[in-house]
């Protein structure tokens, strides 16, 4: 199986800072059709995951371009400009390039 | 707007068993494949597997072949998941999720005596 290693765990946060989070893939991610299957979600409490972000860098409809998402291969960020209350929340990493499909272990984002 | 709703929150015993629903709208039901993710109380997401409702083909995470069974009507665009011999482990919530851009709101499964 893929390994999805999320850091940080937790990160605390003030309002407006920025925010990066790590998600490192044990293989490559790029699909044999020449694109790269690695996804965004946020899990605010007690509600279901939302995707944010898909195949690295692009945004879902009606996401802020607060966030961001680079990388390639195994190595993937999430970047959080000007932190909103909304924002709080667990996000996770997810690959669809192989089977089986996993997540990484989550970022707890909170309140400074 | 796509809509994913599914059944509500179960109550059952060890051993037993349970079929959970996922009635989608919105969409053509057959256009997407629908995955199963299962979350344990205050722990991460883990796929279950997928299935294609256009053919009904479906791909199981190992760990789930002899645990979990995904089925999907296509008259009434509504995915279903029958897990077996439930033991506490399987207490959780399980999501519906068309290929994770859309998401279910969840169905509770507590395994009890």
């Known amino acids: 199986d893929v390994v999805m290693t999320q850091t940080p765990p937790s990160l605390s946060v003030a309002i407006g800072q920025s925010v990066s989070i790590s998600c490192k893939s044990s293989?490559?991610?790029?699909?044999?059709?020449?694109?790269?299957?690695l996804h965004w979600l946020l899990q605010s409490s007690g509600r279901s995951p939302k995707r944010l972000i898909y195949?690295?860098?692009n945004l879902d409809s009606g996401v802020p371009d607060r966030f961001s998402g680079t990388g390639s291969q195994k190595d993937f960020t999430l970047k959080i400009s000007r932190v909103e209350a909304k924002d709080l929340g667990v996000y996770y990493c997810?690959?669809?390039?192989?089977?089986?499909?996993?997540f990484g272990g989550g970022t707890k984002l909170e309140l400074k | 707007e796509v809509l994913l709703q599914q059944s509500g929150a179960e109550l059952v015993r060890p051993g037993s068993s349970v079929k959970i629903s996922c009635k989608a709208s919105g969409y053509t039901f057959t256009d997407y494949y629908m995955h199963w993710v299962k979350q344990r109380p205050e722990q991460g997401l883990v796929w279950i597997g997928r299935?294609?409702?256009?053919?009904?083909?479906?791909v199981y995470a190992e760990k789930f072949k002899s645990k979990a069974t995904l089925t999907a009507d296509k008259s009434s665009n509504t995915a279903y998941m029958q897990l077996s011999s439930l033991t506490s482990e399987d207490t959780a919530t399980y999501f519906c999720?068309?290929?994770?851009?859309?998401w279910g709101q969840g169905t509770l499964v507590t395994v009890s005596s």
């Open positions: 293989q490559s991610l790029v699909y044999s059709d020449g694109k790269t299957y």
């Open positions: 999720t068309t290929s994770f851009a859309y």
């Open positions: 997810a690959q669809t390039t192989h089977f089986p499909r996993t």
């Open positions: 195949q690295v860098s």
């Open positions: 299935i294609n409702p256009a053919n009904g083909n479906t």
